[in-house]
């Protein structure tokens, strides 16, 4: 406080300061301006210097952004799509995408490095019914990316979600690339409750379906006569418009249908217009396989429902454990959801989306290849929310999301260790406090742990006595 | 160190010779007054053209005639305090702060001062500044708004006449924000002192308050705030290339019409080029929607061939984006978020609007929710963050989270706020506070979180927040340590004068 008792100091003082901060100034910029990237001066030397600069700046900015590379080392990789390649097998991403997979892989120094040796690489699970994983539609401006019920569906394994009518990554901590794709599907309505509705879904389909034929007819007599007249499309809005782009394959419909007559209804008219169809639910899938699969329908099942079979009714008729193998051996593609479309906070752990392979298992038992289960719950899951060329499958140049687990999936003891979602470690089984205690090493013989509730955050995981570790 | 302040001092030679030859007394005293009436002189010389020498002697005399009469006019306090919180530096025993006019002119020991000065004994008290509460709507009425209202002011909600402060200065309050209420961008705030002369209780508006609590409903308006903004900025850009081009028009027909000239100038050359003069009042450009009285005001214009651009007016409720987008700077922004993934949400938004400030936020349901997610990011760009002061308990586990705490460790300036608007809730602020302290909280910061902290929020901080010189004696006089649960508050001053006292 000595400077307030004699005010009279200061101006000198001050004048001496910025004489100082003027010095320094010059001083640092003097030093800041000639380290500039040694690349840019190479290529400016390389480039005659008429040249204008706005390209090389572009370029500079480029080279600076840093790339983000993760590598996967050691572990066996099931590529779905491809064979599975045994242990070690190094998948290598970079920004997000697949860059390679393979054996001695060059990884670059500033990449991410997960040892999963000994642990199983999938591609992330897609789940094409879930409730409450990421937020309401538009989901970029909805979704709580630090929510329990994402950090958990992850736990279970998936990496896409589905949300009203649009699929969407479950980008744990971050909104970057969060929606995947919007407008999945058109909800159609023809049930045997309303007639009126049939009969008009059915003469718009019509109207439309004759207007595509004279639109070819009018394609191929332009040629030869140029007076030929266009056919008018100026009605073709709203359901119109929805109808042209159901028969013109650039929209898939989507319908609930659970009994054989349901499903023999939709499929004749799947079958009869020509558009792509998916059924949910089809629990008497396995009555009608053969007209669903040469209506080429899609089909959601859940193994495990359980509808009885009415004695009053004089045909087969109720669910089948073996209505996924049914199905698929008639050559319906297939989805597996589970039960209950959430992730359970209260209870009926086991049924709800946590446990994905799970329900896919519960299919091999009903006699599906095992290898078809893993595929209803990746790559033909995909298929049928048309995201097929993004997840489902680890390839070259597809996105990066994983599922990395310490056994095989469909096996009930494995467990997820990580999920990777675009590159992005978005679930760490030993970080995140949830299931750490379980198996902490990977280990399936490991002895059973002494877990109990409520567990305190800090405690020692191994089950073994002791004070708590006291936080911070 | 203001910049202000820098160009102050830089006159206090001159000032002070002058100063000196009039009044030898009490000169010493008497040198920040004339370095508060300094600034009207100094900008003389920038704005003008006019040589220097002429007008610099003028200000002299004119700022020595002010200094001598107002000399015996000032009003002297001295406060002999026990123990002084400064804010600005070490804690002080047994000094003096010398206040005039209102003002801190000098804290120190033995001071010297003019006898008539009012003494005020504070040797068995501490004195800090005022506290300052960032975030109210003490006694206002609900008037929620919904969406984009940037230019509305809490100002017109507050009638201070009909406020009871009591509870404020009971806690040791001198200083309080009023937002604005609802979601969105419901407006701008109002600071004021809760006690003093009427005239001088206003204090600015604070900030801008801009609601990310929801993003489903908030993203919106903030997205349409910012892309109208960039529209009302695209609007003037065209019209003056308008005008521009009429301009070129203009002398390209005065000169075809002047006899014997045959070359042309280039388009958008001459004073079109100049930078047009924002502030004019006479309407002179077509716009694109003119009001009905700017057209018939058109063909006149055109006439008397403007020598100005003249800039369309800009939607008041987007102002302040404009702003901020054209100029880099504008009405502090306080964005309101009520999770963590708010952050995030905020931030998508800001990529469309990147000129606009992201670092000043306000955390509600700070001490109870996911904020451990963000505050290392939110420590790496200095965020200025208002939160109510508590340790939350993380969802499903026994661990005390000390946000408050972890958030200044990680690099961000804390303004702690009283939890709600209730009397209890003021009284109680100290000790909630001290709470804070015990878990771990640095003294120091927390003292600062609630008073210099918020002033520089708030854009106060050269008025109110420490005890230094130059700054409003907006001070509290307390029996023992702020933070201790034993200690009350027995008087409160503002500008220099007590306004409030303990009954006990």
């Known amino acids: 406080m000595s400077g307030e008792y004699r005010p009279c100091n200061w101006p000198t003082a001050v004048c001496l300061a910025m004489i100082l901060l003027l010095a320094i100034q010059e001083l640092t910029l003097g030093q800041t301006q000639p380290p500039r990237p040694s690349r840019r001066r190479d290529r400016s030397a390389q480039t005659p210097p008429a040249e204008s600069p706005a390209p090389v700046a572009k370029d500079v900015e480029a080279d600076r952004k840093e790339d983000r590379y993760l590598a996967i080392t050691g572990a066996t990789v099931h590529t779905i799509t491809g064979p599975t390649l045994e242990a070690p097998t190094t998948v290598l991403c970079k920004n997000g995408k697949v860059l390679a997979i393979g054996h001695n892989l060059v990884i670059p120094d500033q990449s991410q490095k997960l040892d999963a040796t000994g642990f199983h690489v999938y591609p992330g699970l897609v789940a094409i019914q879930s409730e409450g994983i990421v937020g309401n539609e538009p989901p970029e401006d909805h979704t709580d990316p630090f929510q329990l019920s994402m950090t958990l569906a992850l736990a279970g394994g998936i990496t896409t979600a589905v949300t009203g009518n649009t699929a969407a990554k479950l980008t744990f901590g971050t909104l970057e690339d969060h929606v995947l794709k919007r407008n999945l599907f058109y909800a159609l309505n023809y049930s045997r409750q309303s007639a009126a509705e049939r009969q008009k879904l059915r003469a718009t389909l019509d109207r439309v379906q004759q207007y595509l034929r004279d639109l070819d007819t009018y394609d191929s007599a332009k040629s030869q006569d140029p007076s030929a007249k266009e056919p008018d499309k100026s009605w073709i809005k709203g359901e119109f418009d929805v109808a042209l782009k159901l028969l013109r394959h650039e929209m898939t419909a989507v319908a609930t249908a659970h009994t054989a007559d349901q499903l023999r209804d939709l499929a004749e008219l799947a079958q009869s217009y020509d558009f792509q169809l998916v059924v949910r639910g089809a629990h008497e899938g396995w009555i009608v396989a053969p007209e669903l699969a040469r209506a080429g329908v899609r089909a959601a099942v859940t193994p495990r429902t359980r509808a009885d079979r009415d004695e009053e009714v004089n045909r087969p008729n109720g669910s089948s454990i073996e209505n996924?193998?049914?199905?698929?051996?008639?050559?319906?593609?297939?989805?597996?959801?589970?039960?209950?479309?959430?992730?359970?906070?209260?209870?009926?752990?086991?049924?709800?989306?946590?446990?994905?392979?799970?329900?896919?298992?519960?299919?091999?038992?009903?006699?599906?290849?095992?290898?078809?289960?893993?595929?209803?719950?990746?790559?033909?899951?995909?298929?049928?929310?048309?995201?097929?060329?993004?997840?489902?499958?680890?390839?070259?140049?597809?996105?990066?999301?994983?599922?990395?687990?310490?056994?095989?999936?469909?096996?009930?003891?494995?467990?997820?260790?990580?999920?990777?979602?675009?590159g992005r470690v978005a679930y760490d089984k030993q970080e995140e406090k949830l299931l750490d205690h379980i198996r902490p090493d990977g280990r399936r013989d490991a002895p059973p742990p002494a877990d109990y509730w409520p567990r305190s955050l800090g405690e020692p995981v191994s089950g073994t006595t002791g004070a708590p570790a006291v936080p911070r | 160190m203001p910049s202000s302040y820098r160009r102050r001092i830089l006159l206090w030679p001159c000032l002070?010779?002058?100063?000196?030859?009039?009044?030898?007394?009490?000169?010493?005293?008497?040198?920040?007054?004339?370095?508060?009436?300094?600034?009207?002189?100094?900008?003389?010389?920038?704005?003008?053209?006019?040589?220097?020498?002429?007008?610099?002697?003028?200000?002299d005399t004119a700022a020595d005639l002010e200094a001598a009469s107002?000399?015996?006019?000032?009003?002297?306090?001295?406060?002999?305090?026990?123990?002084?919180?400064?804010?600005?530096?070490?804690?002080?025993?047994?000094?003096?702060?010398?206040?005039?006019?209102?003002?801190?002119?000098?804290?120190?020991?033995?001071?010297?001062?003019?006898?008539?000065?009012?003494?005020?004994?504070?040797?068995?008290?501490?004195?800090?500044?005022?506290?300052?509460?960032?975030?109210?709507?003490?006694?206002?009425?609900?008037?929620?708004?919904?969406g984009l209202h940037a230019d509305r002011s809490t100002a017109k909600e507050v009638f201070l006449d009909e406020l009871d402060f009591e509870p404020f200065l009971a806690a040791?309050?001198?200083?309080?924000?009023?937002?604005?209420?609802?979601?969105?961008?419901?407006?701008?705030?109002?600071?004021?002192?809760?006690?003093?002369?009427?005239?001088?209780?206003?204090?600015?508006?604070?900030?801008?308050?801009?609601?990310?609590?929801?993003?489903?409903?908030?993203?919106?308006?903030?997205?349409?705030?910012?892309?109208?903004?960039?529209?009302?900025?695209?609007?003037v850009e065209k019209a003056r290339k308008q005008w521009e081009e009429e301009q070129a028009k203009a002398q390209q027909e005065a000169k075809k019409d002047?006899?014997?000239?045959?070359?042309?100038?280039?388009?958008?050359?001459g004073d079109g080029q100049k930078p047009p003069a924002e502030?004019?009042?006479?309407?002179t450009v077509k716009t694109d929607a003119p009001p009905a009285g700017e057209k018939k005001d058109d063909a006149a214009a055109t006439a008397d061939k403007p020598k100005e651009f003249v800039p369309p007016p800009i939607d008041p409720t987007v102002l302040a984006f404009v702003e901020w987008i054209r100029d880099k700077k504008g009405t502090p922004i306080l964005y309101e978020l009520n999770s963590a993934a708010d952050l995030l949400h905020l931030d998508d938004v800001l990529r469309q609007g990147k000129e606009l400030p992201g670092d000043s936020l306000l955390l509600s349901s700070s001490y109870y929710g996911d904020w451990f997610r963000v505050v290392e990011t939110l420590g790496q760009r200095h965020a200025t963050i208002i939160i109510s002061p508590g340790i939350g308990t993380l969802p499903d586990t026994d661990v005390r989270y000390h946000l408050p705490a972890e958030l200044v460790l990680a690099g961000c300036r804390i303004s702690l706020t009283p939890r709600n608007d209730s009397p209890a809730a003021l009284d109680q602020h100290r000790l909630q506070v001290a709470e804070l302290v015990r878990a771990g909280l640095p003294r120091d910061e927390a003292l600062k979180a609630m008073t210099l902290r918020p002033a520089e929020l708030l854009r106060i901080e050269s008025r109110v927040g420490s005890i230094e010189k130059g700054k409003d004696a907006d001070l509290v006089f307390l029996d023992g340590d702020p933070l201790a649960p034993q200690t009350k508050v027995k008087r409160v001053m503002t500008l220099g004068q007590m306004v409030w006292e303990s009954k006990q």
């Open chain 2, 279 to 283: 502030k004019k009042e006479t309407p």
């Open chain 1, 324 to 422: 996924a193998r049914i199905l698929y051996e008639r050559g319906v593609p297939l989805a597996i959801v589970p039960l209950s479309a959430q992730v359970s906070l209260g209870g009926i752990a086991g049924r709800d989306l946590m446990h994905l392979p799970m329900e896919a298992a519960f299919a091999v038992r009903g006699g599906l290849p095992q290898d078809a289960a893993v595929r209803a719950i990746t790559i033909d899951a995909a298929r049928i929310l048309g995201v097929e060329h993004r997840v489902g499958s680890i390839e070259e140049g597809k996105d990066a999301d994983f599922v990395i687990t310490d056994g095989d999936l469909l096996h009930y003891m494995t467990l997820v260790r990580w999920t990777i979602v675009n």
């Open chain 2, 16 to 59: 002070a010779v002058a100063a000196l030859l009039l009044a030898p007394g009490v000169t010493l005293l008497a040198l920040a007054q004339n370095a508060d009436t300094s600034p009207k002189t100094d900008t003389s010389p920038k704005t003008d053209t006019a040589p220097k020498a002429d007008t610099a002697p003028k200000a």
């Open chain 2, 258 to 269: 002047a006899p014997a000239e045959g070359s042309q100038t280039p388009p958008g050359g």
């Open chain 2, 172 to 235: 040791g309050f001198t200083s309080v924000c009023f937002y604005p209420d609802g979601t969105g961008v419901p407006g701008v705030g109002a600071v004021y002192r809760v006690a003093g002369p009427a005239d001088r209780r206003e204090l600015g508006t604070g900030y801008l308050r801009v609601v990310m609590a929801s993003p489903g409903r908030d993203k919106r308006v903030l997205r349409d705030a910012i892309s109208k903004a960039r529209q009302e900025i695209e609007k």
């Open chain 2, 70 to 146: 107002s000399l015996k006019e000032e009003v002297f306090v001295v406060i002999r305090a026990g123990r002084v919180l400064t804010m600005a530096g070490p804690e002080l025993e047994d000094v003096e702060i010398v206040v005039v006019d209102g003002r801190v002119r000098l804290v120190g020991k033995d001071l010297s001062y003019p006898p008539h000065a009012e003494v005020i004994d504070a040797r068995h008290e501490v004195v800090m500044p005022g506290l300052i509460h960032p975030h109210s709507r003490w006694q206002l009425p609900g008037y929620a708004r919904e």
